[in-house]
């Protein structure tokens, strides 16, 4: 599976949250695209990107920054 995040670094809170089927690849980069060249055009920065793996669990557990707040970080490690 591939998940379109987009994070607003500011905030520490996650945008946009979409996952796509494996299949729909060109769906998902098309998309990262338009969002990055919005985002350029109001020239806000934030971050987007697509991760791989098998499950939303899985890309919770690896990327816990994009889900869990600074505190919740550092209590758990």
Same mark, same amino acid.
């Not at 905030?11 to 796509?20: D, E, L, Q, Y």
């Not at 985002?39 to 020239?43: A, G, I, Q, T």
């Not at 669990?57 to 920054?65: E, S």
């Given at each position: 599976?591939?998940f379109?995040i987009?994070? %607003?670094?500011?905030?520490?809170?996650?945008?946009?949250?979409?996952?796509?089927d %494996?299949s729909?690849?060109?769906d998902a980069?098309h998309l =990262?695209?338009e969002?990055?060249?919005e985002?350029?055009?109001?020239?806000e920065?934030r971050?987007v990107?697509i991760l791989?793996?098998?499950?939303e669990?899985?890309?919770?557990?690896?990327? =816990?920054?994009y889900?869990?707040?600074l =505190?919740?970080?550092?209590?758990?490690?």
């Open positions: 599976m591939l379109l987009e994070y %607003d670094r500011e905030s520490g809170k996650i945008v946009t949250f979409r996952s796509f %494996d729909e690849r060109e980069e =990262r695209l969002k990055e060249l985002l350029n055009r109001r020239e920065e971050e990107v791989e793996a098998p499950t669990a899985a890309v919770r557990r690896t990327h =816990r920054r889900f869990e707040s =505190r919740e970080l550092v209590e758990t490690s």
